[in-house]
């Protein structure tokens, strides 16, 4: 589960919103601070970013004063019952000394920033003040570190504390300005000591560039930061666990005696909860919990609590076991094609005897007053005997007297707002009896009523599953107050799916708005992402005219009026940036615009591009190369040739060892496969269709095959991967290519367990990149000879499990699934073009046209 999703689920109940957003739509619990309320100063500018508020002093022309690009910068943290005063007392203090800052200008906002998921590389900073140099540096730490005096703040932990109030300083920008890393991304940046661009460094820990000096002022300050040390504790730490904003969670051992522990760690006035709650007062509330449930066997035994620095410790037994999450991959009986009856029967009897055993640990806890608030797969621990069970994190946990609501919360096992105290828990328990068959109940943050439908499919699935478990489930799930079930159109419904999602598209768009188009994945909020072609507006442009809808032009004229010029820091390549902008601009008929984007481009250090599809060298020659054609411009035909030629000796040089590197289309080498594959075509080149093979067997060497199925999928160390974008489906299809223009035994073999990988029953997510509407475009376009129509028919079917409703139009959840997405890579519009392509074999993802087409669904097995 990926946590920064939940904060971009607060402002809407369709979309994922930037959290400022819960602000700006006439909110009254959701009101600004006083000082952010106040006039603009005379001969000084303000502009909001993000979630800061900037002021700047103006010069005699009316523009802000020029300053420093980059510097020792002062970061100030407040907690909520301090931000007011906080904020006056920097306001107060820098705008007589014309000293330019910025700060967090409302309280849901500084919240959000120190919630317990919040990014441990921002946490804790609401305002930031920019000193000219060194000695205004110091002046402004003795001044305003005297007037902030005795106020309090999260500890920010990427900077160094001023004395022990709530002011940090770090070096880094004062400007936006960026730089393409060693990874071959573009990077905040910061100038060496030689004036060269490198990458503005903000890991959450203080560090100080190699080329700076450390003003001695701030000496005694690293010195006593350095003092706090883990060398007098009874205990060995042995392994992080697992961190977040509030602190870590650490596997150790006891020195006293030899037995194993999990310390837990609880940062003051960080990790904040819903109501508040820092993660000290939550671990407090965990220790309570747990020791008024103690001897219950079916939670870890309290054994210390300490103070260290100024943080909690939380020592308690290691249980010995596996969450019950990670059985699914080993466990779950549709990770195949065609699952073995009796394995289903099993699988269900397992599954229905463990959610007996979480139901009556539950009732246990319940019996001592408690209420667990936070019961999840990746909160129960099973045993090695596989018979009796955990429960684990009880940090959110209240008496039973309280009947509160819950603050802390799964996505998919959070309970609506008229559940409290019990009925808390018995709603995860019921999510739990789907979840255990089909792992996507984050879905009912869109939609409790697609519970139904869910059983329905378990029903289906898995004929042994008593109807009365699922029965009661659903009814638990969806009673109270809320919309009733709606009428979810099947994707292979056409072309009656196909209308819906165009106009459910359609319908989301906010042309009004100047930070995206098209709702989708929160990567659109970062810089340039509402433009590009997998999260943004090109990318829905691109597959609204691939499947044939009618033309949207005032999209259109977003795109182009948003790209002249495109914000600072967009990124330059096909999926990610302005390559792909270009590619589809060019594509819908506007020449011009493209070509003066791949001015922008070639403008850049585009040769340290990393060497992918995604916004690598790749992706650019590819675009490069098809302009080229298209114009016969010289230029652009002679710098794509230039790409292959920088791909072709990165091939040429060893092989990186597997775990330093990704596989796969977007990420892997069978991105620049594609490129050098397209660029023989063109010139006939034998040594490019050569190093296309070199690549392809570089991806296939970090493939492994599945037991049990036999599929073959990316292996990337914890995890196997099927999908279009990270995983093995997306390299079959350069593979099929490849294989159009040469014979290849071990690609050939290969192809035949991507297609396996690519059919199997079950899939967490529906996305083009990440999901089933991948594995429905690889399927419809592939010529693997044993690929057949039923099998792409059941994997149409299957996204019907995913669908959902907007406005009454066929739409489908973007990444995580805890809101609806539009957006080509992870949402409705890349479902749109899979299912275009399967069915009627015109449209495809840019340089993957069709090979072949299937039979008709239905007229062949």
């Known amino acids: 589960m990926d946590k920064r999703y939940e904060v971009y689920a607060l402002a809407d109940r369709h979309f994922y919103e930037t959290p400022d957003r819960l602000g700006t739509a006439g909110r009254q619990d959701a009101p600004w601070f006083a000082t952010a309320r106040r006039p603009v100063p005379e001969g000084w500018a303000s502009a909001r970013t993000g979630d800061w508020l900037m002021l700047q002093p103006l010069g005699a022309d ?6 420093p690009a980059q510097g020792w910068k002062v970061h100030a943290s407040a907690t909520r019952h301090d931000a007011e005063r906080i904020a006056a007392a920097v306001w107060d203090y820098c705008v007589p000394r014309r000293i330019p800052f910025k700060f967090v200008p409302a309280p849901h906002l500084l919240h959000l920033r120190n919630a317990k998921y919040a990014g441990r590389d921002t946490s804790g900073k609401f305002v930031t003040v920019y000193p000219a ?11 305003l570190g005297t007037l902030l005096d005795g106020l309090a703040g999260p500890y920010i932990l990427t900077d160094l504390r001023w004395n022990d109030g709530p002011l940090y300083v770090r070096y880094g920008a004062f400007a936006r300005t960026f730089t393409v ?30 080329w700076v000096t450390l003003p001695a002022f701030l000496a005694p300050q690293l010195a006593a930061r350095n003092t ?4 007098d504790l009874p205990y060995r730490i042995e392994k992080a666990l697992h961190f977040s904003n509030g602190g870590g969670v650490y596997a150790g051992t006891d020195t006293r005696d030899g037995r194993k522990v999990v310390l837990k760690e609880g940062r003051p006035h960080a990790g904040l909860a819903a109501d508040g709650a820092d993660a000290i007062a939550r671990l407090e509330r965990e220790k309570q919990a747990l020791e008024r449930v103690a001897g219950t066997g079916v939670v870890p035994e309290v054994r210390d609590w300490f103070v260290l620095g100024d943080h909690r410790f939380l020592v308690m037994d290691f249980v010995e076991g596996r969450t019950l999450n990670s059985f699914f991959a080993e466990r779950h009986p549709l990770l195949t094609p065609d699952p073995d009856p009796d394995a289903v029967a099993e699988y269900t009897r397992w599954a229905v005897r463990i959610h007996g055993a979480v139901e009556r640990a539950v009732e246990a806890v319940h019996a001592r007053g408690i209420v667990f608030n936070d019961l999840h797969v990746f909160n129960i621990m099973v045993a090695p005997d596989e018979e009796s069970v955990f429960l684990l994190d009880f940090e959110a946990a209240a008496p039973v007297t309280d009947n509160g609501r819950q603050v802390v919360a799964h996505p998919g096992f959070f309970a609506p707002p008229d559940r409290t105290g019990t009925a808390v828990d018995r709603y995860a328990l019921a999510c739990l009896r789907l979840a255990l068959f089909l792992p996507v109940t984050t879905l009912f943050v869109v939609d409790r009523a697609k ?15 008593p109807r009365q478990f699922l029965d009661e489930a659903v009814a638990e799930i969806t009673r109270g107050p809320g919309p009733g079930a709606p009428a979810y159109v099947r994707p292979a419904d056409r072309p009656h799916s196909r209308d819906s999602m165009v106009r459910a598209i359609l319908a989301s768009a906010t042309p009004e708005r100047d930070d995206r188009l098209f709702p989708g994945d929160i990567a659109q909020f970062s810089d340039g992402g509402g433009l590009g072609l997998a999260y943004g507006a090109a990318g829905v442009l691109y597959a609204l005219a691939e499947s044939g809808a009618e033309r949207y032009e005032e999209g259109e004229r977003w795109l182009l009026a948003h790209a002249d010029p495109p914000p600072a820091g967009t990124p330059l390549g096909l999926y990610d940036g302005l390559a792909g902008v270009a590619h589809v601009l060019d594509r819908l008929g506007h020449r011009q615009p493209a070509l003066d984007l791949i001015e922008i481009v070639l403008s850049e250090k585009w040769q340290s591009l990393s060497s992918d599809l995604q916004g690598g060298l790749a992706g650019l020659g590819l675009v490069l190369g098809e302009l080229a054609t298209g114009t016969g411009e010289s230029e652009l035909r002679e710098r794509a ?15 990186p060892e597997k775990r330093r590197r990704r596989a796969g289309l977007l990420r892997g080498a069978a991105g620049p496969a594609l490129f050098l594959l397209r660029q023989y075509e063109r010139t006939g080149e034998e040594r490019l269709l050569a ?14 095959v599945q037991p049990g199925g036999g599929g073959l999928e990316i292996d990337e160390g914890w995890r196997t991967l099927p ?19 040469t014979d290849d035994a071990e690609f050939d073999k290969a192809r035949a367990g991507i297609l396996t990988a690519a059919t199997s029953r079950f899939y967490a997510q529906p996305g083009l990149f990440q999901g089933r509407a991948g594995l429905i475009l690889h399927l419809g376009r592939t010529t693997h000879p044993d690929a057949t129509a039923r099998r792409l028919a059941e994997q149409i079917d299957g996204l019907g499990w995913f669908a959902m409703a907007y406005e009454g139009r066929l739409a489908f959840p973007g990444h995580q699934m805890m809101r609806l997405s539009m957006d080509l890579a992870t949402g409705t519009a890349g479902c749109l073009l899979a299912l275009d392509a399967a069915c009627e074999g015109s449209a495809h993802l840019p340089f993957l046209p069709p090979l072949r087409r299937l039979p008709r669904l239905g007229s062949a097995t």
């Open 451 to 465: 519970a139904a439908h869910l059983a329905e499919v378990i029903a289906e699935q898995f004929p042994d599953v």
């Open 133 to 143: 140099d060194e000695d205004r540096l110091h002046q402004v730490l003795r001044e």
């Open 62 to 67: 009316g523009n802000p004063e020029p300053g």
């Open 228 to 231: 706090t040390t883990v060398g």
């Open 641 to 655: 040739a230039e790409a292959a030629d920088l791909l072709v000796r990165r091939l040429d040089e060893p092989r």
């Open 691 to 704: 190093a296309a093979r070199e690549a392809l067997s570089r991806d296939l060497e970090c493939c492994v």
């Open 181 to 210: 890393d060693e990874r071959g991304s573009l990077v905040p940046a910061v100038r060496d000591g030689e004036g060269r661009l490198v990458p503005d460094r903000r890991a959450p820990s203080f560090q100080v560039p190699e």
């Open 723 to 741: 999908y279009l974008g990270d995983g093995s489906a997306g390299l079959g299809m350069v593979l099929d290519d490849f294989l159009e223009r």
